[in-house]
């Protein structure tokens, strides 16, 4: 949602996450899109936590060599920022211009941000205003007035993010030869991503965008195709790691490919999964289910239809089956390589999976106007 500058004419989305930096390439051809390049690479641990690089030059270092081996020449990059520093809400205030709310912003935010407002950057989103001649009065042109009505008001999404996350980030990619055209939010990328490439058409459906990394699990409910509700929380596929490799004393790459199936298992599978994937997987459904139904009991007359599950842990096999079980809802995993809207070249079909949703949504938000 922070513009820092202009685009050019590829657009390049960058994820940095806690165990993986994700990289993807687009280019608008008509109303399609075609990918030009994707690929990740693995961070050491602690190299980035709660959304803060915290070895500057390793993560530079990484995200330099990625975009050089992938070929990668677009040094305008679309990234993103999370964690505890990063706030979003959803607010009601009284109808104004936009021009108007630009100038008043920090004295509206201020009741909501629970940071000094100095310390942190804003920026916002008018979204369908909720009553009456709200849209004429938006566009310059003053609406009738009731003096029985209530006051109109229009429903904005307030974002906040605290200064020095974002000076982080952009130093860190300076670092790297980068300049950043636009620093977005994680999960408002991956619903982004959503929308365009994987909802079906003239669908009514409120869903549920999952996107369960490394160390956070960010969830965005859309209604009609935009956001309704968001919610973060301070957990991951990290545990599962390492807890497999406490339980069976396992190097990092090795508990990776026996969580993930690939190749042969250094412990028995069912071992494995009772001891690690299921308690895991549990913990999940948990955390899921209590944003779920606090969503159903503040919005009682709407119901999450389809869960989109994104990241890492979208890869453990057998997730969505287990989550739909338990959950009653029909889960799907991303799969944007799929999209008919989305030419991937050959080489990449296998590739493009569920971790590159965010990456996805940021390159489309760093694409040129």
Known sequence: MFSLGSASRSSVGLDIGSAAIKVVELKAVGKKWRL???GSALLPPEAVADGVV???????????????????????????????????????????????????????AEEYIPFDIEDVTLDFQILTPTKGKAVAKLKGKPAPKDLNAPEETMEVLLAACRKDLLNNRLETLKAAGLTVSVLDMDLYCAANAYETFLQPPLTGETVAVINAGASL???????????????????????????AQRRFRLAPGAAQRALLGEGLLPVPKETLHQEVIQPFLEQLVHQLGQTIDFYHQNHTEQTVQTICLAGGCALIPGIADFLSQQTGIPVETAQPAQSGKLSVPAEYVSQLDARYLVALGLALRGAPA
């Open 217 to 243: 699990l960010n969830i965005v409910i859309l209604r009609n195709g935009a956001p309704d509700f968001t919610r973060d929380h301070p957990f991951g596929g990290h545990r599962m790691l390492e807890e």
């Open 36 to 38: 030009l390049r994707c």
């Open 54 to 108: 915290k070895e500057r030059e390793t993560v530079a270092q990484a995200v330099a060599g990625l975009l050089k081996s992938l070929r990668i020449s677009n040094r305008v990059v679309a990234a993103a920022v999370s964690g505890s520093a990063v706030i979003t809400k959803k607010i009601q205030l009284p109808i104004m211009t936009e021009l108007d709310l630009e100038d008043q912003i920090s004295l509206e």
